[in-house]
């Protein structure tokens, strides 16, 4: 599965859209994909979860906001958010795990600041 790398990231306004992207070096079709958060003094939460049949999971903060989906063809993992708030505010980390094996990968990681 290898490196994953992350883009998209940036300061938008209230209100406003992003769109984060993970693409993979290598397949991801076997592995669950997963979109994380950080902030300062914060633990690390889980925002969006899609399993490789497609199955998607989110925390109540962001639902009917955020939109996770994957392209194993592209091996891109996207995470479209919009309405985003200050509270969402973060650097954004793509997350892969391998079931099978319990292998794990994670990005560098992605800024995303909501600001006016």
């Known amino acids: 599965q290898g490196q994953l790398v992350e883009s998209g990231g940036g300061l938008v306004q209230p209100g406003g859209s992003l769109r984060l992207s993970c693409t993979a070096s290598g397949d991801i079709y076997l592995w669950d994909m997963a979109w994380y958060r950080k902030t300062p003094g914060k633990e690390r939460e889980m925002v969006a979860h899609?399993?490789?049949?497609?199955?998607?999971m989110y925390i109540d903060s962001v639902k009917g906001r955020f939109t996770i989906s994957r392209d194993d063809v592209r091996k891109t993992v996207i995470l479209q958010m919009i309405n985003l708030t200050p509270e969402d505010t973060a650097v954004y980390y793509c997350f892969a795990h391998r079931p099978t094996t319990g292998v794990e990968r994670w990005g560098q990681g992605t800024q995303v600041t909501v600001s006016l």
């Open positions: 899609i399993t490789p049949r497609g199955g998607t």
